[in-house]
């Protein structure tokens, strides 16, 4: 990538709220120091060199890598990487002119804001009207997973980016994923579905005998109340043989039983449920489609 001056790279789980115009004025490199004392590569701004690419590929194979990939190598390569200096964009370009060029510097936070940080104290520790990138390296709690937003603040930077997005390829407006729409809008449909198969159900089969139930419950409450007593129920047969005194006992390990049977399948058709549901969906779409699957299974 010798053909250009400055490459600056973003991973993918970033996202710019403000211009980075200023990194292009970084030297040779430029990076984030995290708090463990190393260098992140999310964010990077390198000066392409030949010479430094054939030298990286000649100890790529004896360095260690922490990581196992290209950050533990940077951090190796760059040994002396947090004692180097504060990448300043608003020194004078005469400074600049006497000065010797740096072989590489640190970029503050606020190019790189860990939203691991913001977890600390619920809130930016640098000015957040300042910030301009966010890097979401929670984890595996990424912003296009729908249910992060209901777990960090700022994927609703992410998300509010996504609803505004043009249409570059066909369903991809608004952040969509072209992909799972037909999936999306079959779960929309499938609740209302299973209610109207089961209403008609009802009607054609339990409708009447539920209704003539219902009506005798009430009656009866209603009798209860007006003789602020007991009231027999009619449909119990006093010739039944019932032991009073000795009733019979449920085990009370059958309760515990129960409560983890409940529980596990409370569990099972929740971990279903995610699965079917698409990840790439707006937050208040992927909460009713988990909760209306959820309960169907």
Known sequence: MTNYK??????????????????????????????????????????????????MMS????????????????NSYYSDFPNA????????QEVLKVRPVPE???????????????????????DESELRVIHYKLGPLKPWDWWTFWLLK???VWQNVGERLEETLPGTGGGKNPNDELLVKFL????????????????????????????????????????????AYSGVSSSSNINVNNPTKVPVYLGGISVFVCFMAAV??????????????????????????????
């Open 6 to 55: 400055k490459v600056v790279y973003l991973d993918a789980d970033t996202i710019v709220v403000k211009s980075i115009e200023d990194l292009f004025k970084c030297e040779k490199f430029c990076a984030n120091l995290k708090h463990s004392e190393r260098l992140n590569s999310g964010v990077m701004v390198v000066e392409p060199s030949e010479a430094v690419f054939n030298d």
């Open 59 to 74: 100890k790529v194979n004896t360095l260690p890598s922490y990581t196992g990939g290209d950050q533990g190598f940077l």
């Open 85 to 92: 200096h504060v990448f300043d964009p608003n020194i004078p």
């Open 104 to 126: 590489m510097e640190r970029l503050s936070t606020l190019y790189n804001a860990d939203v691991g940080l913001y977890m600390l104290a619920n809130k930016w520790m640098v």
């Open 154 to 156: 700022p994927v609703d």
């Open 188 to 231: 929309f449909l499938l609740p209302f579905c299973v209610l109207v198969c089961y209403y008609r159900s009802f009607l054609h089969t339990g409708g009447f005998l539920f209704r003539t139930s219902l009506c005798n419950h009430i009656r009866h409450l209603y009798f209860i109340i007006r003789s602020s007593g007991t009231v």
């Open 268 to 297: 099972v058709s929740l971990g279903i449920s995610i699965t079917i549901v698409p990840q790439q969906v707006m937050p208040w779409t992927g909460l009713f489609l988990i909760s209306s699957t959820g309960i169907l299974l």
